[in-house]
């Protein structure tokens, strides 16, 4: 499975990050870059369930493809959801319920910051995207 532009541009920038500080900052930073949600999408049907953080996820359908928005109350999941994001963004539903996650935070060098609270919701945040495709 190939890799979007903008995910390949995440790997190459925390790959040139050296230590926790420089890529916290780069994490956050990616979170910055996220499409604010309205409030009208902060709905608890939106909510995914299973973060210790609130956490929203919007998705939509579009000629077989899934766009994702996301947001968070936490900076660093910010984060960490805007990294998620641009590896799912734009793939088709098989594709989508292929995704290894903790390999590709691996790939970014993070798999040590994810606590397994933020794993957790993290994964959560994936299976609520999978729940979502497998409805299609």
């Known amino acids: 499975m190939s890799l979007s532009q903008q995910a390949c541009q995440a790997l190459e920038a925390f790959a040139q990050s050296k230590g926790w500080e420089q890529r916290a900052r780069l994490l956050m930073q990616w979170g910055d870059r996220l499409e604010p949600l309205t409030d009208a999408e902060k ?3 939106n909510r995914v ?3 210790e953080s609130l956490v929203w996820l919007v998705a939509e359908h579009v ?3 899934w ?3 996301a947001s968070s109350d936490a900076r660093l999941l910010r984060g ?3 990294l998620l994001l641009v590896r ?5 539903s098989d594709e989508l319920a292929a995704i290894d996650l903790r390999a590709w935070f691996t790939q970014l060098g993070l798999e040590r910051q994810l606590s397994p609270s ?3 919701g993290l994964h959560a945040v994936l299976q ?6 497998s409805n299609r």
Do not use: I, Y
Request: aromatic share 4%; proline share 0%.
């Open 43 to 45: 709905t608890e049907a």
């Open 49 to 51: 369930h299973g973060c």
């Open 63 to 65: 000629e077989g493809l």
């Open 67 to 69: 766009r994702f928005k």
């Open 80 to 82: 960490l959801l805007a």
């Open 88 to 92: 799912v963004q734009g793939l088709a």
């Open 118 to 120: 933020r794993s957790n």
């Open 128 to 133: 609520r995207m999978a729940q979502l495709a």
